[in-house]
């Protein structure tokens, strides 16, 4: 689970190092909110969300309406990672929970 | 493992429950081993105390509350949810035309499955639904009007065992194990499950709380808790408790919130109740 989790917070952050190389732009703003807002919708369906994916969003939309377009990828692709992770440990957890319960 | 599931299947087929073991569910057995557990993990734990949650796992805080408990800080919740409960609504009628035994001495059968609409419905879930069949507008589940009604409903239940039927219907069968998994499942960033914290660490402190053990946990519901400056219903605390492992809390009394306190309030079968509670 954790290794999981680790691995895709490391994706997440070689994305944002290879996007801040150049400037981004709205559209690439755009382009990264709405993977996350993606992302959020199956966490949603999977009835497994993390408070932390939608303070990154927030994040990301504060960014973007001051113009810090950089910063407004980064904060989306960290939601779409959390958000990512959120899904995988509901599925992991499928499997792994009868193994918890008191016998 | 496999073994495991087999014998308990054959056991329960022997006892012919053709129910029980086609589903794989098996309610009392789970009863007897989250028993067993609790009472030899804490065998200086009084069975019945295990209701008053943080209190019977720590000295200190017992003898506070015992002085909290003199001028009980829910005292004003269990009148005003009386004055509520007596007031007749629009059409004349009142919440006792809803309720078994008029709603007095009932909060131990909740929640209740009902075969009808096939769930399961908590106390408050059964408040509402009895205002709304009376065209009254339902209360929210997390503020204090509801938990004034069901502070006065559980104090005129208390002392009474919890008392939770599952009935020989797969449908009851499936939200008791919906219950059960939504115990153990692991959530939020954090990555616990309610379990994480009320089976295996009970009595630990987390910031400055002690946590509750998960036998009897929903035995003093509502409670008023000083952190919150006032009472909280059922949903208001799972759902903090589910934001404090950063996970987002579900809308209140979605159907895993109502089947894992199904699955606890099971668990608690014969415990008093002993709400409301107050808290820390």
Request: aromatic share 10%.
């Amino acid at each position: 689970m954790h290794r999981n989790l680790i691995k895709l917070a490391v994706a997440a952050s070689c994305l944002t190092l290879a996007t801040a190389a150049v400037a981004a732009s709205a559209d690439d703003y755009k382009a990264a909110a709405a993977k996350a807002e993606a992302a959020i919708k199956a966490a949603h369906a999977a009835r497994n969300e993390w408070t932390t994916t939608a303070d990154e969003m927030k994040a990301a939309k504060k960014a973007a309406d001051a113009g810090n377009f950089d910063e407004a990828v980064k904060h989306a692709h960290e939601a779409e990672a959390l958000a990512n992770a959120s899904i995988a440990q509901a599925k992991e957890q499928e499997k792994l929970w009868p193994d918890a319960v008191i016998r | 493992m496999l073994r495991k599931v087999c014998l308990a299947a054959a056991i329960v087929a022997v006892t012919a429950q053709p129910l029980l073991a086609a589903s794989g569910v098996d309610p009392q057995a789970d009863f007897k081993a989250f028993r067993k557990y609790f009472t030899e993990r804490f065998p200086k734990v009084p069975l019945n105390d295990f209701v008053n949650g943080p209190y019977s796992m720590d000295e200190g805080l017992r003898k506070q509350w015992k002085a909290i408990d003199e001028f009980p800080p829910y005292e004003f919740a269990v009148d005003q949810g009386k004055q509520m409960f007596e007031t007749p609504f629009k059409n004349g009628k009142t919440y006792a035309d809803c309720f078994p035994n008029k709603g007095i001495g009932v909060r131990q059968l909740y929640p209740m499955f009902d075969e009808k609409s096939g769930e399961v419905v908590t106390l408050d879930v059964a408040i509402n639904k009895c205002r709304e069949a009376n065209g009254e507008k339902p209360y929210d589940y997390s503020k204090d009007d509801m938990a004034a009604l069901t502070a006065y409903m559980a104090y005129t239940s208390r002392g009474k065992p919890m008392d939770i039927k599952i009935p020989n219907d797969p449908r009851a069968l499936a939200a008791y194990k919906a219950g059960e998994e939504y115990f153990y499942t692991r959530r939020g960033q954090l990555n616990f499950s309610c379990a994480s914290c009320h089976v295996q660490n009970p009595g630990n402190h987390i910031r400055s709380e002690v946590l509750a053990p998960a036998l009897g946990i929903l035995n003093a519901m509502p409670i008023y808790r000083s952190a919150w400056g006032g009472m909280g219903t059922t949903s208001r605390r799972l759902r903090s408790c589910n934001s404090q492992v950063r996970g987002t809390p579900l809308s209140a009394e979605s159907p895993e919130y109502r089947n894992v306190e199904y699955f606890l309030s099971y668990m608690a079968n014969g415990l008093p109740i002993s709400g409301p509670g107050a808290r820390p």
